[in-house]
């Protein structure tokens, strides 16, 4: 799975993307997040307020509870405004 990450979210964490292979036992957007922050304290502070994050699921808005079976690409993102 490819993970990409934009604007703050990418700054926090130092890097444009990553590719993860989370387990069986992941099934959602939230859960995604819980486990990429277990054991890294960079990832798990931009994670932290989930109100200030958002979701794409193969280009497609999602909220964080969102099911990730058969998703190749999550995006994480701030909140957008437009104007």
Same mark, same amino acid.
């Given at each position: 799975?490819?993970?990409?990450?934009?604007?703050?979210?990418?700054? +926090?964490? /130092?890097?444009?993307? =990553? $590719?993860?292979?989370?387990?069986? #036992?992941?099934?959602?957007?939230?859960?995604? @997040? &819980?486990?990429?922050?277990?054991?890294?304290?960079? +990832?798990? /502070?931009?994670?932290? =307020? $989930?109100?200030?994050?958002?979701? #794409?699921?193969?280009?497609?808005?999602?909220? @964080? &509870?969102?099911?990730?079976?058969?998703?190749?690409?999550?995006?994480?993102?701030?909140?957008?405004?437009?104007?």
């Amino acid at each position: 799975m490819r993970v990409l990450y934009f604007a703050w979210v990418r700054e +926090r964490i /130092g890097r444009d993307e =990553d $590719r993860l292979d989370p387990p069986p #036992a992941v099934t959602t957007v939230a859960g995604l @997040l &819980d486990w990429m922050g277990r054991d890294d304290p960079v +990832r798990a /502070g931009a994670f932290a =307020d $989930r109100t200030r994050l958002r979701a #794409a699921a193969d280009g497609r808005f999602v909220p @964080l &509870d969102a099911p990730i079976a058969g998703v190749s690409e999550i995006a994480i993102f701030p909140p957008v405004t437009g104007g």
